[in-house]
Nanobody, 118 residues
């Protein structure tokens, strides 16, 4: 199966912004929800944001109002705009999608590191 590919991570000062990009394989992309997860060092992977095929979004409370997930179904791309970054946002961020229309998120990218400095 073709893989998801994340990009856009990096080092940013607290209060700054980054935009993560995920290139996803075609096929089911327009029919499935997409998600961004993150995993900080020593912690479990955490669901950050989701977006349905029609554009309905959901966020973990800690990023609500600061992060925005979006998608371009024509390009098979998903984005995560991150504003007002905090030290606790430091993590590896992963893009995820299901293999089947209503299945779990079981396809993952390699992740992109986001480091927020003080």
């Amino acid at each position: 199966q073709a893989k998801l590919e994340e990009s856009g991570g990096g080092l940013v000062q607290a209060g700054g912004s980054l935009t993560l990009v995920c290139a996803a394989p075609g096929g089911l992309f327009g029919d499935v929800a997409m998600a961004w997860y993150r995993q900080a060092s020593g912690k479990q992977r955490e669901l950050v944001a989701t977006i349905t095929p029609g554009g309905i979004t959901g966020y973990v409370e800690s990023v609500e109002g600061r992060f925005t997930i979006s998608r371009d179904n024509a390009k098979n791309m998903v984005y995560l705009q991150m504003n007002k970054l905090k030290l606790e946002d430091t993590a590896v961020y992963y893009c995820a999608m299901p293999s089947t229309q209503h299945g779990p998120y079981d396809r993952w990218g390699q992740g992109t590191q986001v480091t927020v400095s003080s």
